[in-house]
């Protein structure tokens, strides 16, 4: 499977609902849109999934174990056997998570590096996150 993904399998996720799931792992700010970082626009793709990177780290900036990072998985409610494609503001926290997924045992993870730097104009909303930010 393919470890990138671009703006057409992004567009064909949002066409496709359920076929392949959009995890944003930005910042709660971010995703609302209250936090622009730069970007034109703000806010997170209609029908994304929230999961907060740091969600996989230690406060020591290490990964967690893997039952805690299981864990997580389990309590939002990520199938790991399903398609999923992570996205941030450049690539890098989707990449930390992509990283993360994989090592659960995820073997459709690919990250949308283009992720909101190739989002300006797309089916954004702003307001509260698709799913509540979930604390350790």
């Not at 690919?110 to 604390?135: H, R």
């Amino acid at each position: 499977p393919p470890l990138r993904a671009g703006l057409r399998s992004v567009l064909q996720m949002c066409v496709q609902p359920g076929a392949t799931r959009l995890v944003d792992v930005r910042s709660p700010l971010e995703v609302s849109g209250e936090d622009l970082r730069g970007n034109p626009v703000g806010g997170h793709v209609r029908g994304s999934f929230f999961l907060p990177h740091n969600l996989f780290m230690q406060p020591s900036g290490a990964f967690p174990s893997q039952e805690e990072a299981m864990d997580v998985v389990k309590r939002a409610g990520i199938d790991l056997g399903s398609p999923l494609i992570t996205m941030c503001q450049s690539g890098v926290r989707a990449s930390h998570t992509a990283l993360v997924l994989r090592a659960l045992g995820a073997e459709q993870v690919a990250v949308y590096d283009e992720s909101m730097g190739g989002q300006a104009g797309a089916d954004l909303e702003t307001g509260a996150p698709p799913m509540p930010c979930m604390s350790r």
